[in-house]
């Protein structure tokens, strides 16, 4: 009886080691698949390289750490955004390591596409300007707006009502109307 039941506990951990195995190719596949939002998020979050680095790490590792408990209810990159956007504004409440030696953003030390016009270049630095002014719920709104998100999903991610969203956005366009026509 004793070798039987040793035999079915070494089968029953062979299982859990599949299992495990089975969820860690999951969770690189649908890393892999879905690693742009961790770049956006962490390009709109910091712009110290050093500090994009690492909070791009960091959403790693919480993805890794949370990933157990994603239930699929929710699309992996609902969830995801979800996980990287807390992560997000936990680092940014933190301070991130190289906040003290943040200058004002300068769109020619970053990568920005533009059709080569000074008139042009002066617009994209001002929208970043715009970007950098917003506080962390208004940027994240703006990232998922323009991840073309439905306003569903972005209440579904931020923890607000479809209706807020909504207002929110609308007063988040005004603004950046408002300040990309003064600049």
Not at 24 to 41: A, D, P, Y
Not at 76 to 105: C, D, I, K
Not at 106 to 124: C, K, M, P, W, Y
Request: hydrophobic share 40%.
């Amino acid at each position: 009886m004793t070798r039987v039941h040793n035999r079915t506990i070494q089968m029953g951990q062979q299982a859990l080691l599949m299992d495990a195995a089975d969820r860690n190719t999951q969770f690189r596949e649908l890393l892999e698949r879905h690693r742009g939002i961790v770049f956006k998020v962490a390009n709109a979050y910091c712009r110290d390289p050093h500090d994009r680095a690492d909070l791009a790490q960091e959403i790693a590792t919480q993805l890794w750490r949370a990933f157990p408990r994603y239930d699929g209810e929710r699309t992996f990159s609902t969830w995801m955004y979800r996980v990287a956007l807390n992560v997000a504004l936990s680092f940014r409440r933190s301070g991130g390591r190289h906040e003290q030696l943040l200058v004002p953003f300068d769109a020619q030390l970053h990568d920005v596409a533009a059709n080569g016009t000074d008139e042009s270049d002066e617009r994209v630095r001002a929208l970043y300007r715009c970007i950098d002014a917003l506080d962390p719920l208004n940027r994240a709104l703006l990232l998922l707006y323009l991840e073309e998100r439905s306003y569903r999903e972005i209440a579904d991610i931020l923890g607000l009502s479809e209706t807020n969203v909504a207002t929110k956005i609308g007063r988040l366009k005004e603004r950046l109307r408002n300040d990309m026509s003064g600049a």
